[in-house]
C-alpha cells in the first residue's frame, strides 16, 4: 500500500498523460487520437471509458458509444470541474454508471492546450469487493462513505442510506483523515472501519476510531 506514498496515483497520471497528448487538432482528425483510446481501454479492464470533450461539444470517445444529439460535455461535472481547476487532475463524486450499474468516479483534467478536457471513467467494483471481502477482528467489518456522511458500502446497508447514529460522532475525523482521499484523488470518500456490537447490546459511538486505511489505487 505504501509504494505510491509521496506519488500521484497511476490513473491520475494516466489522465495528465492524455491532457497532454491529445489536442485541439485531434477533433478535425481523430484517427490518432482514437487509436490511443482504443488502445488505452484494450490494456485497462477496470476502465469503463476514456474520452475527450472539446469546448465547442465535440466528443471522441472509447470505447465508441452513441450519444444523444444535444449532449453536450461543457456543461458535464467532470468538465466543469476540470475547467476550474486546469492545472490539476480533478475526480467527481462517486455516482452509478447507467450503463454497468457499478460505483464510478470520473478523473479529468483539462487539455493542455485549453481546447477541451480529457476524462476516464473508473469503476470502483475492485474497491467494493475489497471492503466486501475483508473483515476487522471476527465481526468487524469496512464501510465506503460520501461526502455527505451517506454509505457508498456497508454489508448491512443500502447505498445512500445516512451513516447509524453510532457511527455520526466519528464523521468530523473521518473527513480529516488522509484514507481513501489518496484513492480517489480529492473525492472526498472515506474508507473506514466499523465494529459490529455483541448480541443484544448497542455499538458504542466510535470515538475511538482509528485513521482509516490508504488504499492508492488511482
Known amino acids: ?15 495528465t498523460f492524455y491532457a497532454s497528448d491529445i489536442s485541439g487538432a485531434d477533433f478535425e482528425d481523430s484517427g490518432a487520437a482514437m487509436e490511443k483510446l482504443n488502445a488505452y481501454i ?24 452513441e450519444l444523444p444529439d444535444d449532449y453536450d460535455p461543457t456543461v458535464r461535472d467532470w468538465y466543469t470541474l476540470a475547467a476550474a481547476s486546469p492545472d490539476e487532475a480533478v475526480v467527481t463524486e462517486p455516482y452509478i454508471d447507467a450503463v454497468t450499474g457499478n460505483l464510478t468516479v470520473t478523473i479529468a483534467k483539462m487539455l493542455e492546450d485549453g481546447s477541451g478536457v480529457a476524462g476516464i471513467d473508473y469503476d470502483l467494483t475492485a474497491l467494493m469487493s475489497f471492503a466486501d471481502s475483508n473483515t476487522i477482528g471476527e465481526e468487524g467489518y469496512m464501510i465506503i462513505t460520501d461526502t455527505t456522511g451517506n454509505y457508498l458500502y456497508n454489508p448491512e446497508q443500502e447505498p445512500g442510506t445516512p451513516l447509524q447514529e453510532n457511527v ?17 484523488v480529492k473525492t472526498k470518500s472515506w474508507i473506514s472501519r466499523q465494529m459490529k456490537p455483541p448480541a443484544g447490546k448497542s455499538a458504542p459511538p466510535c470515538t475511538n476510531m482509528k485513521s482509516p486505511m490508504q488504499l492508492p489505487v488511482f
Open 1 to 15: 500500500m505504501s509504494r505510491w506514498r509521496g506519488k500521484s496515483p497511476p490513473k491520475k497520471n494516466d489522465v
Open 42 to 65: 484494450s490494456q485497462n479492464s477496470d476502465v469503463l471509458s476514456i474520452y475527450t470533450g472539446s469546448a465547442d461539444g465535440d466528443m471522441l470517445m472509447a470505447p465508441e458509444n
Open 168 to 184: 455520526q460522532p466519528a464523521w468530523p475525523m473521518l473527513k480529516k483523515a488522509s484514507s481513501i482521499t489518496k484513492l480517489t
